[in-house]
């Protein structure tokens, strides 16, 4: 028995998914066969899907949930004593994906073996035309055999491992033609993570028109080579289980069971951080959990290993397995910035991207490469970092998804209230909201939590231009998207090489010049990415300062933000109004507008007599 304090090392999010019946799932048959991409066709196209919510009269309200390489068309519970579903948390009645407002479509992946057509099924087999109820759908047709022959083309066989090899783009076609049959034209959102985000990502390239939002979580534009690795090695294990019989191992009593258990633990590692295994293992790491099992339980982690590959074979079919793990590597959406600025050139659609700090399966670079291109083809895109220990499968733990969820409901608001929320604005944001003119973009670093953005945005309504935060605190950024502004997770330490040249009007570096560790490097990026830059930042010549360490002996403590002890101050530097003009003297800089305040005692005094000793904060607006 595991102590109350230590979390039970066999617990996974594997643990709600079962081959029980999909009591509320049905069945759409393609009335042509399916070209695939790689050549050849499919007959009888069978897609498995539910749906939830109502879809209204003019079909604008439907969103597109695609899941991960083990998962199926049960996403989310129908009722309350219906079966788990894999994103509970972020699907259901009033949830980030409101199925009181929304018409959810989840469809179970071609190549699957939950419904629909995959390597498990018979070609040319019976299947009813139309769109039926499925509630007595099995995890896969794996009883069919009359002989001992791999032959394909005997009508009573499975396909096994002749099932054609498919693509991610193979699958969206399904989906595409699922939505004709629907009836919907446009998706509100496709959703999805990792293999699902995958998906997402094809939707949007090969139909740019086909939703207003895109969010793509926990996921890349290919693979790395190291997650590729892990995917070789676990079709090998599945391949040369000796009852892997060629693929034809369906209505034998003979199963590759050991090769696929052995893929699904390997899988089961990738998905989890360092840091998870050891909160998860290492407590009781010599007391594993005996259980009846082939493999070695020595440890904790191997009771866990155990009983997750063994108990993934009682839902799965092995030739699945191998079909789409191959799918997903050969999904590839370019490896430069380039490529994939070609990849979503055409893409109307907005973005959500969110990664999770601990991944290293789909790590955050991966997200930042898609951003990158995305704001380098000005699209609106917002991207957050989540930090979290639990590794891949932060994206279906309820803790991670309370985290990201807020994201995935602003961006599926209609008109959030918050969009018209009073905006307070200090001293010096109000002269940089002077300084930006109706109709110009504006990018902000370290936006805070995008107050000047929504001054600017409510101020000229819909006639502001673009504008764009950078931030790095996590609730920061939820600040801000709840704001309506798009805001990317990113460290202004590593310059600015998302964007190109002159992409904005005006750059805003507000009340952050202080704490920059490259001022020259990041003051060098915003003149290349802006045609005009505003600075601000407290004036640590201030007469008030001056005497603290002249006259009390004191470290300088800038008035309100900034004011910290000199021990946790974040701080970097102590730039004075002087040495911040003999600096952009130095960088041939023009200097357009001077704006200099003191607002110590609470208030606010313009400056024009030496602010150098009088002003505590400056504005500075300039361009090269």
């Not at 701080?571 to 003297?585: E, G, K, M, Q, Y």
Request: charged share 25%.
């Amino acid at each position: 028995m595991t102590s109350p304090n230590v979390p039970d090392p066999l617990v996974s999010t594997d643990d709600i998914r079962t081959d029980a019946p999909l009591a509320d799932a049905r069945l759409f048959v393609l009335p042509e066969p399916l070209a695939l991409e790689l050549g050849g066709s499919l007959p009888n196209v069978r897609c498995c899907y539910e749906t939830w919510g109502t879809l209204n009269a003019d079909a604008s309200n439907a969103i597109l949930v695609c899941h991960a390489i083990s998962g199926d068309s049960h996403a989310a519970r129908h009722r309350e004593n219906d079966a788990p579903g894999w994103w509970d948390g972020l699907i259901g009645p009033g949830l980030p994906i409101d199925t009181d407002r929304f018409f959810v479509v989840c469809p179970n992946v071609l190549g699957g073996c939950r419904g629909s057509t995959g390597p498990g099924d018979i070609p040319d087999g019976d299947i009813p035309d139309g769109d039926i109820p499925t509630a007595d759908i099995p995890a896969a047709d794996n009883s069919a055999t009359n002989s001992d022959s791999p032959d394909v083309a005997n009508p009573a066989r499975p396909y096994g491992a002749e099932f054609p090899r498919i693509t991610i783009g193979d699958m969206v076609e399904v989906q595409r033609r699922l939505a004709d049959h629907l009836g919907i034209t446009k998706w509100r959102a496709v959703v999805g993570g990792s293999l699902g985000g995958h998906q997402v990502l094809q939707w949007v390239s090969r139909y740019p028109d086909s939703t207003q939002t895109c969010i793509a979580i926990a996921t890349s534009p290919r693979l790395t080579s190291q997650a590729l690795g892990f995917d070789v090695i676990a079709r090998n294990a599945i391949q040369t289980d000796p009852h892997f019989a060629g693929g034809q191992y369906y209505g034998t009593d003979k199963r590759p069971d050991t090769g696929l258990a052995i893929a699904r633990m390997l899988g089961h590692i990738t998905y989890l951080s360092v840091a998870a295994m050891e909160a998860k293992f290492d407590p009781d790491r010599h007391d594993p959990r005996q259980i009846a099992s082939q493999f070695e339980q020595r440890f904790s982690v191997g009771s866990y290993l155990a009983h997750q590959g063994q108990k993934f074979t009682t839902r799965f079919d092995a030739n699945s397995y191998v079909t789409l793990s191959l799918a997903m590597d050969l999904f590839d959406l370019g490896g430069t910035r380039l490529r994939l600025m070609e990849t979503f050139d055409e893409c109307s659609c907005d973005f959500l991207l969110v990664g999770f700090s601990s991944d290293w399966l789909f790590p955050p670079s991966q997200s930042r490469e898609i951003v990158n291109a995305l704001t380098a083809l000005d699209k609106q895109v917002t991207y957050a970092e989540i930090t979290t220990d639990a590794g891949h499968d932060a994206f279906l733990i309820d803790r991670d998804i309370a985290m990201y969820g807020p994201l995935v409901r602003e961006r599926l608001a209609d008109s959030p209230s918050s969009y018209k929320a009073p905006v307070e604005l200090t001293s010096a944001e109000e002269s940089i909201l002077d300084l930006v003119a109706t109709g110009d973009s504006v990018l902000d670093l370290g936006c805070g939590q995008g107050e000047l953005l929504s001054a600017i945005q409510q101020r000229d309504a819909d006639k502001s231009g673009r504008l764009m935060g950078v931030e790095v605190a996590q609730e920061n950024i939820l600040a801000t998207a709840v704001r309506g502004i798009h805001v990317i997770d990113y460290d202004l330490n590593n310059g600015l090489p998302a964007f190109i040249d002159n992409q904005f009007d005006i750059v805003v570096l507000n009340a952050t010049l202080q704490a920059v560790k490259n001022v020259v490097e990041l003051l060098d990026e915003m003149l290349r990415v802006g045609k005009r830059v505003v600075i601000s930042f407290p004036n640590f010549a201030y007469r008030r300062l001056r005497e603290d360490y002249v006259n009390r002996g004191r470290s300088p403590r800038a008035p309100g933000e900034f004011d910290y002890d000199w021990h946790n101050t974040p701080n970097r530097r102590f730039p004075t109004i002087a040495d911040v003009h003999d600096l952009l003297s130095d960088m041939n800089v023009t200097i357009d507008r001077e704006i200099y305040w003191d607002v110590t005692d609470k208030k606010s005094i313009a400056v024009d007599d030496e602010p150098n000793l009088n002003a505590d904060t400056a504005v500075i607006e300039m361009h090269r």
